[in-house]
């Protein structure tokens, strides 16, 4: 049989074990410690949860003080022989003498269920991993409709002066606005480049690549690439840093900051 079988006495004293028994349990034949099965420490028994299974609670004790039937009950034991816990769906009955107030004894019944377990715990893991993949889609997408938005404004802005003030402009006022348009489109650029490594550290797909650099300048950038959105609503962004305060870190990650 496939499954585990043990057959205990009134006091829970093992009488007879199934060769799946021994296996599942991690026990040999030889061993004596069988005889208590269940009720002594040497199995671990958990909870599902992780938390330690009192004696007194286990389903084959409460078969032998209740006499009724425990079924579809997990516990994790452990098994010596594989030095790692194994999962059993277990069932116990007590055994019924007629004319008797008190179960005679009890059988337990149990199934192998690490492996399904293992599944069930991988199938979780992803489940939480696609929900955590979609969060983050749908923030980037949120982050993205919001932080673009007002820097293509402005650059519509600058181009729409542009085209019609173009005829009654001087040589090096054509010469500012397009300096100003190459700026916004350089920051917007910038913002870009941010946004897609932020997502690709946010997916686990980004690989740290830590250099020295000055963090006064780095952040300096950071605050240009904001400006023109900064200055459209009256916001001044100072920069406390001291200058050539060096840092060894990943200059992309510590521009998404």
């Known amino acids: 049989m496939a499954q585990g079988i043990v057959y205990q006495d009134r006091d ?9 028994a021994y296996k599942i349990l991690g026990y040999d034949p030889s061993d004596l410690v069988v005889e208590n099965l ?13 938390s330690s299974y009192p004696v007194e609670l ?11 039937s425990v079924e579809k009950h997990t516990l994790g034991i452990f098994n010596r022989k594989e030095n790692q816990y194994r999962w059993i769906l277990a069932n116990s009955i007590p055994e019924i003498i007629e004319g008797a107030a008190e179960p005679a004894g009890v059988f337990t019944i149990f199934t192998d269920i690490t492996e399904q377990k293992r599944i069930q715990e ?35 802005g600058m181009t729409n002066i542009l085209i019609s003030e173009i005829d009654d402009m001087s040589r090096e006022q054509l010469k500012e606005s397009l300096k ?27 690989e740290m690549n830590p250099v020295t650099f000055d963090l006064g300048k780095c952040t300096e950038e950071s605050i240009n690439n904001l400006k023109h959105h900064a200055e ?9 840093i001291m200058n050539k305060i060096l840092v060894f870190a990943d200059v992309q990650v510590i521009k998404s900051v």
């Open 12 to 20: 829970a004293k093992t009488l007879t074990l199934n060769a799946a």
């Open 38 to 50: 269940f009720f002594n420490n040497d199995l671990k028994i958990i909870r599902e949860d992780g």
């Open 58 to 68: 286990l389903p084959m004790r409460e078969v032998l003080t209740t006499g009724h």
């Open 122 to 156: 991988s199938l979780q893991k992803y489940q939480e991993e696609l929900k955590q993949l979609s969060l983050s889609k749908d923030k980037f997408f949120s982050i993205v409709a919001h932080d673009l938005r007002s820097p293509f404004h402005g650059l519509l």
């Open 180 to 206: 100003k348009i190459f700026t916004a489109t350089t920051n917007l650029y910038n913002l870009i480049q941010q946004l897609l490594e932020w997502s690709r550290i946010q997916t686990g797909r980004f």
């Open 232 to 240: 459209s609503k009256q916001v001044t962004i100072t920069n406390h």
